[in-house]
């Protein structure tokens, strides 16, 4: 009988992210029909956002969303939660587009990063000033359209629910300035660099969208157990995409693997193996990272092994929340089997 339940759940699931997928769709084509009649350069920001929705992803913050309304209750008739599961991936674009910037990426999703791609038209064309600015600025616009665009289709969220929206994001706002800083302080504190990457990456990922999804339903008193879920499991979440950095395949991830190193970015999991190895602690210490010979040391230590074990303790305690929640059987079920496919993803 179990089983028949989940099978609905993620029947029901799927079926409201198909209608967020539509949402998207017509959205963005009203937005770049709108803009089109303007001038063709009106609609360059807009193309840039509905370029990477349209290139996919995994929408897990949409999904985390709309099941979080589900398993509270939610009605299948209400608009509200596939305009806000939506707005969260627009969300994501925008955070991802200023991301490629200030992490100097040169791709996404398979593709030249926004700033990337409008350099090197810049550079082509051979327009008057600097190429580079023309074309973070570009990203940088780019990357608020998407934020409005968010806002826009979150404009009928209730006040409680508003409150998990604003604090989405500005978590994702000052967890990115503390990313950047400690990058540039060479900071090894294991407990911020865990703190700053559940509060950046794990909570807009996983927790929020949850409370998000409750709130809409009206389901107020789940936020606790969600809180705890999301809390493990997005830790796990920004755990595993340290662990595809640092030893994945670019193919499978979608994007260039070793990239944080590269840049000096402190990962959570840098800071464990510095706290658990002086010799990587002495490495990072260094003015000039010695890349080739840090990730020989990771190796040595087998802190990738250190970090699955770590990733397996977050996925059982999310497991063991979500087992106390006060929702239907199936959903405990399908919220314990989309853990296990956060935290052992390959992209």
Known sequence: ????????????????????????????????????????????????????????????????CV????????????????????GLELVHVGALIHDDVLDAADSRRGAPAVHVRHTAEHQVRGWRGEARRFGEGVAILSGDLANI??????????????????????????GQYLDLAVAAESV????LLRWIAVCKSGRYSIHRPLL????????HDLAPVFAEYGEALGEAFQLRDDMIDAFGDSRAAGKPVGHDLHQHKMT??????????????????????DTGRISERLTEIGIGDQ?????????????????????????????????????????
Request: overall charge negative.
């Open 1 to 64: 009988m179990l089983d028949t339940t989940v099978t609905e759940a993620r029947r029901l699931r799927l079926s409201l992210m198909e209608r967020v997928e539509r949402r998207l769709t017509a959205f963005l084509d009203a937005e770049q029909a709108r803009w089109g009649t303007v001038d063709r350069r009106a609609e360059v920001p807009v193309d840039a956002v509905a370029a990477l929705v349209r290139a996919g992803g995994k929408r897990l913050r949409p999904a985390f």
């Open 67 to 86: 099941s979080g309304f589900l398993a509270a209750g939610g009605r299948l008739d209400d608009t509200t939660i596939v305009d806000v599961a939506s």
């Open 149 to 174: 665009y968010a806002g826009r289709l979150a404009g009928t969220l209730s006040p409680q629910a508003r409150e998990v929206w604003d604090e989405l994001l500005t978590e994702i706002a000052v």
């Open 188 to 191: 090894i504190e294991p407990e």
């Open 212 to 219: 998000l999804g409750a709130a809409i339903a009206g389901r």
């Open 268 to 289: 959570l999991l840098l800071a464990w193996a510095a706290q658990r190895d002086e010799h990587v602690r002495r490495l990072l210490d260094a003015p000039d990272w």
């Open 307 to 347: 970090i699955e074990k770590h990733i397996g303790d977050l996925v059982e305690r999310a497991r063991e929340s979500i087992a106390q929640a006060p929702v239907d059987d199936a959903w405990r079920a399908e919220l314990t089997e989309m853990a296990l496919e956060v935290a052992y993803r390959d992209r």
